[in-house]
């Protein structure tokens, strides 16, 4: 028999010898059988044999050490639960006297029922009713030593010897995170840096005085799952398991936030259990704080706070620590072990550009293997499993641009398409330049790639910012202001926030269309708007600055942007209107080869004053209508198409230029 299954039999034949020391005991009042209080006896040498044989004792016995439990309350208490185990408890309550026919304990009838009986069992102070042991059920007019008693429903399986989580704390809290395992290559293993985080905290624990709380620890940075990592395992050096708390779960009342806070300290007695409390949303006033903060005044234990910034708990003594993902050193060592020396310089490349917790990382390479059959195609289908573990964070806040264009599809001249490639040299590069070569030691800030492209609508922006993050193989977004700019104070540097942290992952890259709207100059202060509305740019100059991917802000208006952004723009480039030759181009390009095409004249077509974007809706209008004709797509469905563009722009059209020649006949 294993030992846990004689502890669960010893304390059963204990439990089942204090029922029926009670019995006697209840026997004995009510004068069923003058043989009551000489019954009790055997059963009182019963309970003391079999604690004495038991160790660890019974699971009464422990809860009246832990709680500080005397021996007329852990009396009381043994009373109300054996109400509960044993049916003929209720029938000798009932005819005991002064209980007034009612089947039920009461402080009475527990003091007349047991020696050294203390009125001071009855206090709301004492364990009894404050650890909600036992709930007083006083009745109108009843008095208090009257009003009947009944154990609580968690404390009667404790007793029984089932140690779970009170289930009214189960709606609030998750269910516990596993505990982690001690080997290497399990997805929980801690990396050097992470060890170090987890020993300082188990030591700042380790010497916090007898008697005093242990102080709360206030985890700080915007990488949750790092920061639950090193809580797992701080938590399990003392033998804890962790549970999750959003602070939205809380209560707002009063009585009860109280009686939650007590519960959780109880069953931080109970159960070897620790507290993760999840970071509230950014949009949460500070008046949202206020449950969490009594809580935590109220309660002890160990307990681990999701914190952006610092912010002390009110009312308990609390450490902070910095928690970041694993640096590119780090990640990088961590991708060459669990894929083995076969990866070749996949693990470089990989580090180089996704920013990833260590249990996502290992979880990714374990699920893309790169080795037997398949193995080629392995590189790429790990690097995609990469881009879509960041991606969920960013579809909320953002829109994907399903990319499609590559180089041979631009259309500019080679001064800007250089330009262009030296971004996406710079992004596939700067792991080696910062971190190999050592810039990123003398540098804190400007490790991220920004770029601003300016000219008129249609030259091309955003395809420069597709064919960018089709040859680096990463996730484009637009942002989409109507999303982030909000009229209330402070939303939308909160927005932003969370764009940029999602982004930082390093899978996608951030494209701000029409970006005057929000890196527009600073302007004079006259009243609170204007302050405000500089707050916001104050905070993108130094987010823009901060951000460690590529950000691309496009516009028709270079001039009503701030001059602080463009100092912190690495690339500025210029999308000129295109001329003769690069419309002829384009017009070429804009039909795919499986169109049908008649006798088109490129160069005429190329003289006509449009933008990229204007040739790209005439290309489709033409074929639209040469589908609607049943025909190839002739010059003058092109014509009509452009004179259709004209018309949309407010240029004046002179019908020469959109005259067919006469031998064309019109179908040419």
């Not at 987890?198 to 990488?223: F, M, Y």
């Not at 797992?232 to 033998?239: E, I, L, P, S, V």
């Not at 970071?279 to 969490?292: E, F, K, N, S, Y």
Request: aromatic share 8%.
């Amino acid at each position: 028999m294993s030992a846990a299954a004689s502890w669960h039999e010893g304390n059963a034949r204990y439990l089942a010898a204090a029922t029926a020391w009670v019995r006697a005991l209840l026997e004995a009042m009510a004068g069923t059988q003058g043989a009551g209080g000489a019954a009790a006896e055997p059963a009182a040498r019963e309970m003391a044999l079999c604690e004495s044989a038991m160790d660890p004792p019974p699971a009464l016995a422990m809860l009246a050490e832990l709680l500080g439990l005397s021996p007329f309350e852990q009396q009381v208490l043994l009373l109300c639960v054996a109400m509960e185990l044993d049916t003929r408890v209720a029938e000798l309550c009932a005819q005991a006297p002064g209980s007034q026919g009612r089947g039920v304990p009461s402080f009475a009838l527990a003091m007349a029922m047991f020696p050294d009986a203390r009125w001071d069992a009855m206090s709301p102070e004492r364990p009894l009713r404050w650890w909600k042991l036992v709930e007083l059920q006083p009745g109108h007019g009843t008095p208090l030593l009257g009003s009947p008693l009944r154990a609580d429903e968690r404390i009667v399986h404790y007793i029984k010897g089932l140690n779970h989580l009170d289930e009214r704390l189960l709606a609030l809290v998750s269910p516990p995170l596993p505990m982690p395992v001690p080997l290497a290559h399990d997805d929980a293993a801690l990396l050097p840096s992470q060890q170090a985080q987890v020993a300082r905290i188990v030591a700042h624990w380790q010497q916090t005085p007898t008697g005093e709380p242990w102080p709360a620890w206030s985890l700080l940075g915007a990488d949750t799952p790092s920061k639950l990592l090193v809580a797992r395992h701080a938590a399990a050096f003392f033998g804890r398991r962790l549970h999750r708390l959003s602070p939205r779960q809380l209560p707002g009342g009063s009585a009860d936030l109280e009686m939650i806070a007590r519960l959780w300290q109880r069953e931080c007695m109970l159960l070897p259990v620790a507290l993760f409390i999840e970071r509230g949303d950014d949009t949460d006033g500070p008046g949202a704080q206020a449950p969490l903060h009594r809580f935590l005044a109220r309660s002890e234990g160990l307990f681990f706070i999701d914190s952006r910034d610092m912010q002390a708990p009110a009312g308990r003594p609390y450490a902070h620590i910095d928690i970041r993902k694993p640096s590119a050193a780090e990640q990088r060592q961590a991708w060459a072990e669990v894929l083995g020396p076969q990866a070749g310089d996949l693990p470089a490349s990989l580090a180089a550009q996704f920013n990833l917790d260590i249990a996502s990382l290992r979880r990714l390479a374990r699920q893309t293997p790169v080795d037997g059959p398949g193995a080629s195609a392995a590189p790429t289908a790990l690097w995609d499993a990469c881009r879509a573990s960041v991606r969920p964070a960013l579809d909320a806040l953002a829109q994907r641009i399903d990319v499609r264009a590559r180089w041979q599809d631009l259309v500019l001249p080679a001064e800007q398409t250089a330009l262009l490639r030296q971004i996406s040299a710079q992004v596939r590069r700067r792991a080696e330049v910062y971190h190999d070569w050592g810039f990123a030691r003398r540098m804190n800030r400007g490790l991220g790639v920004s770029a601003l492209f300016d000219g008129p609508s249609g030259v091309g922006k955003t395809m420069a910012a597709e064919v960018i993050a089709n040859d680096l193989r990463l996730d484009l977004y637009r942002i989409d202001l109507s999303c982030v700019i909000s009229k209330y104070i402070g939303e939308t540097e909160g927005n932003l926030r969370r764009v940029f942290d999602a982004a930082e992952d390093g899978g996608a890259i951030l494209f701000f269309d029409e970006c005057d709207a929000l890196f527009g100059k600073r302007s004079e202060v006259k009243d609170s708007h204007d302050r405000f509305a500089n707050t916001q740019t104050n905070y993108l100059l130094q987010r823009i600055e901060s951000y460690q991917g590529l950000a691309i802000l496009a516009t028709n208006m270079k001039s009503a942007l701030d001059t602080a952004f463009v100092r912190r723009l690495r690339f500025i480039i210029d999308f000129p209107f295109p001329g003769p030759e690069q419309r002829r181009a384009l017009w070429q390009k804009a039909f795919p080869p499986d169109v049908p095409q008649g006798a088109l004249d490129w160069a005429r077509l190329g003289r006509l004053n449009l933008s990229g974007g204007n040739i790209h809706n005439a290309a489709l209008g033409a074929a639209f209508g040469a589908a609607e004709a049943g025909t190839a797509v002739t010059m003058a469905q092109v014509l009509a198409a452009v004179r259709t563009e004209y018309l949309k722009l407010g240029r004046p059209v002179n019908a020469a230029d959109f005259a067919l020649p006469a031998a064309a006949g019109g179908a040419s």
